[in-house]
């Protein structure tokens, strides 16, 4: 990605190097608060890395090693109305992270609070340092999480948990969000970069038309019976036995060599 592309951002810095691209947003002196800015760039930024063909893997962090993103800006918030929610503009863009077509990874440095919270639960792998604290704490505001907060929480973490963490507001630390499956990985936060890259190395490394159709069954079969989703998984394992990747793939396990793809 260019430095020209990269400048279009006022929040954010977008690095790609090796496929991978890392969304930092900037705004450490306000624990990178989402600010209506802030969501128009990120999903601008999104409709760029869709189509950068140098990108197959997005990851998201905050600056600094205090946050993150530690929640809406509250300066803002005091100012919302009705129609506000109706809009649910950030509500949209986090739909837009879950349907991402290409792999996305939350790399969780500090507080993740409300819109952070939200944002991290969006993407498709989360990971975090030991300093990490997750935590919808928008009941405390008189609001709820309204970004996907009461349904994502929910469906990763159980009903029971979700509930118990929004009523209450409380900070989840780390380990207990590996303990209950909110995260996947806990390290030292030195080595969060290192832990990053390790993870979309592992995906990077797959079947590019694999791993874009898995995400897109497994984000599907979420939405419909079990049944259905088995039928989408069907059509989409069928379209795959036709592709150069399986075939790459699989010579490549025969003749014990690591596989070459092309890309999508």
Known sequence: MTGAREGRFATLTVEVEDRLALVTITRPEVRNALSAQVVADLRAALAVLRADDETSVVAFT???????????DISEVQGYTLSTGLD???????????????????????????????????????????????GLPETALGVLPGAGGTQRLARLIGVGRAV?????????????????????SVVPAEELPAEL??????????????????????????????????????????????????????????????AVFRGA
Do not use: S, W
Request: contains cysteine; glycine residues 10%.
């Open 164 to 184: 118990e963490v929004i009523l209450t507001a409380r900070f989840v630390p780390a380990d207990e969000a590996r303990a209950i499956g909110l995260v996947t």
């Open 62 to 72: 905050g600056a600094g090693d205090q946050a993150f993103v530690a929640g809406a």
């Open 88 to 134: 649910a503009e950030m509500q949209q863009l986090f739909d837009e992270v879950e349907a991402f077509p290409k792999p996305t990874i939350a790399a969780v440095n500090g507080f993740a609070l409300g819109g952070g919270c939200e944002l991290a639960m969006a993407c498709d792998i989360r990971i975090a340092a030991e300093n990490a604290r997750f």
């Open 197 to 258: 890259r390790r993870v979309a190395g592992q995906i990077l490394a797959k079947g590019p038309l694999a791993v874009r159709l898995a995400k897109l069954v497994v984000r599907a079969g979420m939405d419909a019976d079990q049944r259905t989703g088995l039928v989408v998984e069907r059509l989409a394992q069928a379209l795959l036995y036709t592709t150069d990747d399986k075939e790459e793939g699989t010579a490549a396990f025969l003749e014990k060599r690591p």
